[in-house]
């Protein structure tokens, strides 16, 4: 009897170098959303680090909504988006935070998250912490609180959960360039 080998995330995940400008190393997962198993694989070990009792799984714009959905739907959690400015229909609650240079907007429903729910909250790559310490903040200003961060990649050598305080932070996969 033969057994499938096991699928590693790491040949899935792509090294662009210089994009979108010189000196980033872009990790690119279009390899890893375009084979079905992979991907697959990738949402079941997401799963594994899912606490219990989780309200919602709140995604970040836009690789965050893939695995932050796929999550959704194998656990059969709700999901909420956190979107880019002026993307959301109905009245919104928005944090601005710092980038390199200058800041950034994200925004989410106001309605979309009740006073004590718990969350989980995915993107697909934690870099400096910026972004996923910016969600962080939204959903505690709607009263919830953010039971874990997850991620499919984590640049390591940026130290972004340094920027996450507390909060229970799990990366599939781990680089150091
Ligand atoms: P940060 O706020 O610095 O943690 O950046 C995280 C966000 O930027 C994530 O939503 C990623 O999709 C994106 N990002 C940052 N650096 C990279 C990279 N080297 N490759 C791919 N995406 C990146």
Redesign the pocket.
């Known amino acids: 009897m033969t057994t499938k080998p096991a699928i590693r995330l790491r040949d899935y995940i792509r ?2 170098p210089d ?1 979108p400008k010189a000196g ?6 279009s390899p890893l959303l375009a084979n079905g198993e992979a991907f697959s694989e990738c949402t079941s070990e997401l799963a594994v680090h899912m606490p219990e009792h989780i309200d919602a799984i709140v995604g ?5 909504f893939l695995f932050g959905a796929a999550l959704a739907q194998l656990t059969s959690v709700g999901f909420v988006p956190i979107r880019k400015p002026g993307k959301l229909p109905a009245a919104t609650h928005a944090i601005a ?1 710092e ?2 240079y200058g800041t950034d907007i994200l925004e989410i429903h106001r309605d979309a998250l009740n006073h004590g729910h718990s969350v989980v909250i995915v ?12 969600t962080i903040k939204l959903v505690e200003q709607l009263g919830a609180k953010v039971a874990a961060c997850l991620f499919v ?1 984590e ?1 390591d050598f ?1 130290h ?1 959960r340094s ?1 996450l305080g507390n909060t229970p932070t799990f990366s599939l996969l781990h680089y150091n360039d």
Request: proline share 0%; net charge negative.
């Open positions: 090294t662009i994009f980033i190393n872009f990790k690119d997962i970040i714009e836009s690789r965050g935070y980038l390199e993107d697909d790559l934690l870099a400096t912490g910026g972004t996923a310490a910016a990649i640049l940026l972004g920027k």
